[in-house]
């Protein structure tokens, strides 16, 4: 789907951000190739006595390119957003003990946002603490998962209910693992790309650079990847635990993309469509409201519309609409017990200062006869 | 046992610390009573929108004089070091949603060690962390576990395999509860007690306080939880995520009576009786190596005996040596694969720089023909 077919970069070519996140700092390279252990291990201060590496069945063979399991321990995990949950972490954590990791080890997470969350959680929690690697190998965990060090499994059913804010000393991002991205994933990461070319304040020129579709040629992908590490890197330093400030607007089409994935059953729509969905749903919010501009409303829904995604409501996978509604009240970006949300401005996006009104919320997401 | 019924301290006594504890304060309040959720309220900055109260069977009472049931949330565990593990977490978890507390909530711990281990542990996790205030009910609690911030569970029967670091905002220590705390519970926060009266350089006069026995009138009870939270609060400031420094040495017979809990099946010694014997494994290995000067292990197996516990090796309960050994070897504080071993000096105590050779530990633990 996505031609990455283009002469490659320059060998070597490698794009480099460093991030303070609190406690330490966040290096992210931005490669062609996945990074063999050597170089991982080179770009850790203070090497570990052991590693582990965790990938799932679908991240095998990049995982293969760190280390062989001859080489360092692999736990390999069911994939799917279906299995993220306690019993992920747990085998993680097994995993560590029967290997006999001590609290100087390094977890490598080789895979997309679901390996690269349940990774993080597991590090955060043995032993309270191992240092931890990140080698991001889908469009979603590299535009958004793999930077700020939110981890998360899901619980009861609920999206992320357990979770910590735990950054990878080290993320890398190796461009060549998208070549074999199945096109559903692409797709799911490519509702996050266009959320922060929406919420970039000068973000046109990447706006511009999507309406192409999903056809993307290898430089406009590294420029793509680029802009949104850098992005979502300042504003996460700006907060690194989310108390407040900037960082909510990263949520933009997520209360409602959430409350979908919950009332849908978590695994039956894809984490992308969910946000694209919800996208849509905060622009005509916002032109409700009277905050989004309508020409900017229509090129987003054009654009979302262009990726192939669904931007009318109700979804059809939304299922009951009294679970969805209860959803969007419980989200976790919570703020005293209101739900927050975010919707596109002129330039960039801002967060409501107070939360709409149940029949505005109810008639956005096609919900009628309550 | 103990002697709680001398006259109590004026009305309303508190001894306040404060400690920092990386990104913010922890206030220690010995208090007598337990406070009423109105008192923690009111030293609690941003107040929370919801609140969860969380005991076991054995501290509803407490819990109950903080806030009834009806007036907020209530999670009452099963109480015992055996129920230490992720289904206890997962319980409050569950409570917690099923509450629709969101972020910024409150969770209170109201109970000894193994209530605020797993209440700090699902605060940390839940919706990734709400804040977390700690009213401790047992000697164990106040004198170790409910200052400094270490949360955890046990997990694949290893003590503390998963946990984190997160220290409450704020820490009850109402001494009135003591008046009620079973024997066995007693002896188990003695342990601890002991422990850091050893290590606190100019702690002679507490070891002689300690050395009247068990039976401890307030005014000396207010006076030893005093100086033990002043000493572990200090140590903890250092070094909150225990990544070096004098932390370690607060492991005095820790790595001794963790492998002794782990060896003898977790739940059929208590955590002060492991303790306290590890101390005396070490206090033999420090003479043994020539650092613990004669007349001091003499005074402190003599304080231990006086106390009830067991100093003599092997354990009884220790099982099966090969999976003592090998828990010795796994401990947790392992530095670069090795254990680190704590044993007491001319004054206070001192970290080995290497851990002795397995002919002298297992001289030490009383395991022979091997």
Redesign the interface.
Known sequence: MNDLQTPPPPAGQVNRYRFNL??HPQDVLITGPVPPLRSILDETPDPP??VLIVCDEHTLPPARAIATPEETPFCVLEPGETRKN?EGV?RI??RA?DA?L???SLFIACGGGVVSDLTG?AA??????VRLCVVSTSLLGMVDAAVGG???CD??G?K??????YPARLVYLPLDTLATLPPAEWKSGMAELIKTAILIPDGEDLLSLLQAGPELPRPSLRTAVARAVAYKGRIVEEDP??TGGRRVLLNLGHSFGHALESSSGLGRISHGEAVAWGIARACELGQSLGISPPRRVRGILTLLQNHGYQTAAPHPLMGEPARFIEALA?D??????KAVFVVPSARGAEVLPEPPGEELLLKICGITGR
Chains 1, 2 share one sequence.
């Not at 955060?124 to 603490?129: F, W």
């Not at 976790?332 to 017990?337: A, F, L, S």
């Open positions: 609190g406690s006595s052991r306690w747990e954590l097994r003990h006999g001590g609290r100087d959680f955060s929690v043995y032993m309270r603490g939110k981890t998360g619980l009861f609920v992320n209910l357990a979770g910590s804010f635990r989310e419980r976790k970006k919570n703020r005293r017990g």
